[in-house]
């Protein structure tokens, strides 16, 4: 059974005559004779008297309630993604690591919301694995993420590279790395390190490098947030390797201090090289088809990193 049988038939019980369903429907007669008549051998019984004016048997009595409701809700359905392409839906979902959500996208957002007035904005803090599978499972529209080509494969996944950035060492000013210009990688496998909880890209791409450097990395303390991790090495005994954008306000803070990795290729450690991470974005190409969301993307495009805040090339 398909829909314009459905609208021939309710078009028939509302003017009472196949001609006049026609001209409802803007097709000849003799299409909507076809279209009843192939609905009647589909059920097995008739759905109108055949006499001067077309009347509901018992059959097309019981079918005209749902067949109204199903072009309701065909109607309804239409409507509804219609108005996603002109750009009409009622929020636009965002997830992002913590990094970007403090510094680097309120002004994308505060644009975002100037253009897209009716649209409710909601952006969440979340390690990149875990965006990641929000996305995947619907749940927003977009993540902007540290990369992991296993979780962002996919023909259906759109990835934009935004930067690339150093990873570098928080420390107590008081802290004996605190002297180093460049810490070395033979002095900061030594101490004691607050990281990410599992689940966020930052602590496998930290345990990764220790593995490779063949080192025992020694995570004494998990949080997930910037501001705890400030607050921890503050005390001066645990130390903490974060993104260049994560240090903004370390940088600033005097009870703190940050310092870039040496590059040391005379080191005896198996890899001593700095280390960075990938910062994409990433959607999905249906979603990327929607107005509000293929702004938003753009605006990230233009604006992330900021040019003021552009991220530090190692020198290594």
Excluded at 108 to 120: A, E
Excluded at 263 to 283: E, F, G, I, P
Aim: glycine content about 4%.
């Amino acid at each position: 059974m398909r829909l314009e049988q459905l609208q021939a038939f309710l078009a028939i019980a509302e003017t009472g005559s196949f001609q006049g369903a026609a001209r409802k429907c803007g097709v000849t007669q003799s299409t909507i004779s076809r279209q009843i008549q192939a609905m009647e051998e589909d059920l097995g019984l008739e759905l109108f008297h055949r006499t001067s004016q077309a009347k509901l048997t018992l059959a097309g009595e019981r079918l005209l309630p749902r067949a109204r409701k199903i072009c309701q809700e065909w109607h309804s359905a239409t409507q509804e993604i219609a108005d996603l392409l002109a750009g009409k839906q009622p929020e636009l979902c965002v997830a992002a690591i913590h990094s970007l959500c403090a510094y680097y996208l309120p002004p994308v957002l505060q644009k975002f919301c100037h253009n897209y007035p009716d649209i409710q904005l909601r952006v969440t803090s979340l390690g990149s694995d875990r965006a990641l599978k929000v996305l995947k499972d619907g749940l927003v529209d977009l993540a902007i993420v540290m990369n992991n080509r296993f979780l962002t494969a996919g023909k259906e996944m759109v990835v934009e590279v935004l930067y690339d950035e150093p990873i570098e060492v928080l420390v107590a000013n008081n802290h004996p790395l605190a002297q180093y210009e460049r810490i070395p990688w033979s002095e900061l496998i030594r101490y004691p390190q607050v990281v990410f909880k599992d689940g966020y890209g930052m602590q496998r791409l930290v345990q990764d490098k220790f593995d490779r450097l063949e080192a025992t990395l020694q995570a004494a303390l998990e949080v997930n947030t910037l501001d705890a991790f400030r607050g921890v090495v503050r005390q001066g005994e645990l130390i903490a390797m974060l993104p260049y954008s994560a240090l903004v306000e370390a940088r600033i803070d005097p009870s703190l201090a940050v310092r870039p990795l040496a590059c040391n290729s005379h080191s005896s450690l198996a890899d001593s090289s700095s280390l960075t991470r990938q910062v994409v974005m990433v959607t999905t190409q249906d979603r990327l088809q929607i107005p509000p969301i293929k702004h938003f993307w753009h605006l990230v495009k233009d604006n992330v990193p900021p040019l003021f805040g552009s991220v530090a090339p190692s020198a290594c």
